[in-house]
């Protein structure tokens, strides 16, 4: 019996996989981004699936709404001709091997626990239990959070400042 | 009910194409890519295992967010090193880039 959270799974893991894979292996790098922001997106349905709405909410935000446009803007200033990058790297059979190897001994691994036929347990939590959370036992680590971004948004403008003398 | 282990293996295979990336590519950008995926491979782990074994606490949610919001932090500074190196240097292909070495 096929049920609608099991299409809906298949149909998101199938979204997120291929765009992963295609922005790696897009012609050019400009698909290629546009690509990430769908595959980034697949992974905000699987969060949702997971009765994760707050962490898809905050994905769709920060990875599709502010990343994959950073990432755009970056490739149009740093993509110097079309011409060039239009040719398509020959596929490394090293790579794809490594990547085989790891996936398959990490999937076997889980496969060989008994964790992985699990039941999902429990009720489903809120926005507020994340919250509580998060200004309670986490209040330290959120500020520290904060200076980090701030500090990291510092330091790009610092960067961006460099030039050839 | 989908089970943990689907959840498990589709992570698995996104963290492989991720690793796929960065041993295989020279496009700093395209590394760039490889990384975002292994960090979402990352979260969809947490949020899972969240979810099937210890969903009474949302610890593993909250932690995905702070990997998130690390992951951004990452992106900017990241994608300013891209820009500043194409900048002085009019490249980004990571194997032509070796001033240390010589």
Redesign the interface.
């Known amino acids: 019996m096929i049920?609608a959270?099991?299409i809906a799974?298949f149909v998101l893991?199938a979204l997120?996989?291929g765009a992963?894979?295609y922005?790696?292996e897009s012609r050019q790098?400009v698909y290629?981004?546009i690509s990430?922001a769908f595959?980034?997106l697949g992974?905000a349905g699987?969060?949702i699936?997971?009765?994760?709405t707050?962490?898809a909410l905050?994905?769709i935000i920060?990875?599709v709404g502010?990343?994959a446009v950073?990432?755009l803007f970056?490739?149009m200033?740093?993509t110097?001709e079309v011409e060039r990058e239009a040719r398509r790297?020959p596929?490394?059979p090293?790579?794809?091997a490594?990547?085989?190897i790891?996936?398959i001994l990490?999937?076997f691994v889980?496969?060989l626990s008994t964790?992985?036929?699990?039941?999902?347990?429990?009720?489903?939590?809120g926005v507020s239990?994340?919250g509580n959370?998060?200004t309670g036992q986490?209040a330290f680590?959120l500020e520290v959070?904060g200076l980090?971004?701030g500090?990291?948004?510092v330091?790009?403008?610092t960067?961006?400042k460099?030039?050839?003398e | 009910m989908i089970p943990l282990l689907d959840y498990i293996v589709l992570s698995a295979i996104l963290f492989g194409i991720g690793v796929y990336g960065l041993v295989s590519k020279g496009n700093a950008l395209r590394l760039f890519f490889a990384i975002e995926i292994v960090i979402n491979a990352a979260n969809i782990n947490l949020v899972s295992f969240n979810r099937y074994i210890s969903a009474s606490t949302p610890q593993g949610q909250t932690f995905a967010l702070f990997s998130i919001a690390i992951a951004a932090a990452e992106a900017a500074v990241g994608l300013a090193i891209i820009i500043v190196t194409f900048r002085l240097n009019k490249e980004v292909n990571v194997f032509k880039l070796r001033k240390l070495k010589s």
């Open positions: 049920s959270s099991d799974f893991s997120t996989l992963a894979i922005s790696l790098v290629g981004a990430l595959s980034f992974v699987l969060f699936l997971l009765d994760a707050f962490v905050f994905q920060v990875y502010a990343v950073l990432i970056t490739v200033l740093v110097k790297e596929i490394q090293l790579g794809v490594i990547a085989v790891v996936a990490v999937s889980a496969s964790m992985g036929s699990l039941p999902p347990s429990g009720p489903i939590l239990d994340i959370l998060l986490y680590p959070l980090v971004l500090a990291s948004v330091g790009a403008l960067l961006a460099i030039d050839k």
